[in-house]
C-alpha cells in the first residue's frame, strides 16, 4: 500500500510540473513568435524604402604626372606616399640642352631684329635719296628749256634718279612680300615665337604637381632619362566620393538628393553620411568600351547594372579615416521617406 502510494505522489508531482512547463512554452513560443514578426516588417518596411547593394567601390579622378620634355632627372623631391601640394616641384630634368637652344633663339632673334632694323633704315634713306633725286630731275628739266644747261646734265639727273628709284624698289621688297605684309617684322615675329618656344621648353625641365593630392605609384628616380609622356607617378586626391552599381529594377524610386548611409569594409562600425549626386544615362556595360549587341540569334536577358555616383555629405578626417580609391562600399539610399 505504501509503494502504491507513493507512485501516485510521484505521478501528481510530474503532471503537476508539466503544467507548470506549459506556461513556459507558450511564452517563449509567443516571444519567437513576435521576433519573427518583427525581424519581417523591419525587412518589409527596409525593402520598401532602402535600396543597397554591395558592388560599390571607393572612387576619385587620379592625375599621372608625365614630363614635357625628354632627358635625365637630376633631382628628385617626393618619395612614396608624400602628400604634395598644386605647384610643387616635384623633379627637374637636366636643362643643359635646353639652355643651349634657348642662347641661340636668342642670338638669332636678335640678329633678325638687327636685319629689321637695317631694312627699315635702307628704306627710309631710298625714299630720302628719290625725293632729292626728283626735285634734282625736275629742276634740270626747267632749266634744260629754257637752254641754261645741257642735255648731258639733264641726261645725268635723270640716271640719278633712275638710281635711287631702283634702289627705293630693292629696300622695298625687302620689307614687303607678295600679299602686301612686312617680310621683316614676320621674320621678327618667327624667330621670336621660336624663342619663346625655347623659353617654354627650358620652363619644362622643372616638372611641378599638377594638383593637390598624395603621390602614388612613383616611378620616377635620379639619374633616369624620360620622354615626353613618360608616367613618373600618379596623384591620388583627397575628393573621393563612391561609384554604386545598382540594378535598373532598383532605380524606381532613387533620385538626386536622396540620403545614403555609407558602410566602408575597412571600418565597418562606421556609419558615414552621404548623398545621391547623380544618376549616370547608360548601363555599365553600354558604357564600356565593347557594348553587347543584344540583336543576335541567342539573346539571354541579364538584368543590367546602372552607376550611381554617391557624395560624402560629412566632413571627413583623413587623419582618422583613410579612404582611399578601390575600398569596397555597401550604401544604403532611403528612396522613401
Keep these: 500500500m505504501e509503494e502504491q502510494k507513493i507512485q501516485n505522489d510521484d505521478q501528481v508531482s510530474e503532471e503537476s510540473a508539466k503544467k507548470q512547463r506549459k506556461p513556459f512554452k507558450r511564452y517563449i513560443a509567443a516571444v519567437l513568435v513576435a521576433i519573427i514578426i518583427v525581424a519581417v516588417g523591419y525587412f518589409i518596411h527596409d525593402a520598401l524604402n532602402y535600396q543597397t547593394t554591395d558592388d560599390a567601390y571607393v572612387e576619385t579622378t587620379t592625375v599621372q604626372v608625365a614630363p614635357k620634355v625628354s632627358g635625365q632627372i637630376v633631382d628628385v623631391f617626393i618619395t612614396d606616399n608624400q602628400k604634395v601640394k598644386e605647384g ?3 623633379a627637374k630634368i637636366d636643362p643643359a640642352d635646353y639652355e643651349v637652344k634657348l642662347a641661340q633663339a636668342e642670338a638669332k632673334y636678335e640678329r633678325t631684329l638687327l636685319n629689321q632694323k637695317n631694312a627699315k633704315a635702307n628704306f627710309k634713306a631710298s625714299q630720302t635719296n628719290i625725293e632729292v633725286a626728283k626735285k634734282d630731275l625736275d629742276r634740270y628739266k626747267n632749266l634744260y628749256e629754257k637752254g641754261a644747261v ?17 634702289n627705293l624698289t630693292q629696300s622695298e621688297q625687302a620689307l614687303l612680300s607678295d600679299s602686301g605684309n612686312k617680310v621683316a617684322d614676320a621674320d621678327l615675329k618667327e624667330i621670336k615665337a621660336l624663342r619663346d618656344q625655347a623659353k617654354l621648353y627650358l620652363s619644362y625641365t622643372n616638372i611641378y604637381a599638377p594638383q593637390t593630392g598624395t603621390v602614388s605609384n612613383r616611378r620616377v628616380e635620379k639619374g633616369m ?27 524606381r524610386n532613387m533620385k538626386p538628393g536622396q540620403e545614403v548611409d555609407i558602410k566602408i569594409d575597412t571600418y ?54 583613410n579612404i582611399v580609391p578601390g575600398m569596397s562600399v555597401v550604401p544604403k539610399v532611403r528612396v522613401r521617406n
Design 150 to 166: 645741257s642735255k648731258q646734265t639733264l641726261d645725268a639727273a635723270q640716271a640719278k634718279y633712275d638710281a635711287a628709284q631702283a
Design 225 to 251: 632619362y624620360v620622354n615626353v609622356g613618360s608616367p613618373l607617378f600618379v596623384i591620388v586626391p583627397e575628393d573621393v566620393w563612391v561609384v554604386a552599381n545598382f540594378k535598373e529594377n532598383q532605380l
Design 88 to 90: 610643387d616641384l616635384v
Design 268 to 321: 565597418p562600425n562606421k556609419v558615414f553620411k552621404g548623398k545621391v549626386d547623380s544618376i549616370q544615362r547608360a548601363s555599365g556595360a553600354k558604357s564600356s568600351l565593347f557594348p553587347p549587341e543584344n540583336a543576335v540569334g541567342s539573346f539571354v536577358k541579364i538584368v543590367q547594372r546602372i552607376p550611381v555616383k554617391i557624395v560624402f555629405t560629412e566632413k571627413i578626417d583623413p587623419n582618422e579615416f
